[in-house]
């Protein structure tokens, strides 16, 4: 089991830039594959970023492709979503979450991930 908790959230202008970190503790780290998922108010979650458990694979959803970056420090039990040249489309809450699979696989669907944090606030201001 893995215990997931996100921070860097906050209030950007758009065009600007933040950084959101999860840690996680428990089982070790580097068995899991990790996400970013994201959900805006009145709309349902939806996949932003994954990375493999090699972070020598990772997948973007079309609208962040370009501008948001997902990775992960294996040693320092965390990954990470740089996120630039903000709208006011990305505000939303953002999770972490992790998965089981293969060393190079990521994970696009949320049904795959068992374990998920509480969430961050993004907001984006125009």
């Known amino acids: 089991q893995v215990q997931l908790v996100e921070s860097g959230g906050g209030l950007v202008q758009a065009g600007g830039s933040l950084r959101l970190s999860c840690a996680a503790s428990?089982?070790?780290?580097?068995?899991?594959?990790m996400g970013w998922f994201r959900q805006a108010p009145g709309k349902e979650r939806e996949f932003v970023a994954a990375?493999?458990?090699?972070?020598?694979?990772?997948y973007y959803a079309d609208s962040v492709k370009g501008r948001f970056t997902i990775s992960r420090d294996n040693a320092k039990n965390a990954v990470y979503l740089q996120m630039n040249s903000l709208k006011p489309d990305d505000t939303a809450v953002y999770y972490c979450?992790?998965?089981?699979?293969?060393?190079?696989?990521?994970?696009?669907?949320?049904?795959?991930?068992?374990?998920w944090g509480q969430g961050t606030q993004v907001t984006v201001s125009s």
């Open positions: 979450a992790a998965g089981v699979t293969s060393f190079h696989s990521a994970l696009v669907g949320q049904r795959e991930y068992g374990y």
């Open positions: 428990g089982r070790a780290f580097s068995s899991y594959a």
């Open positions: 990375i493999s458990r090699s972070a020598f694979n990772s």
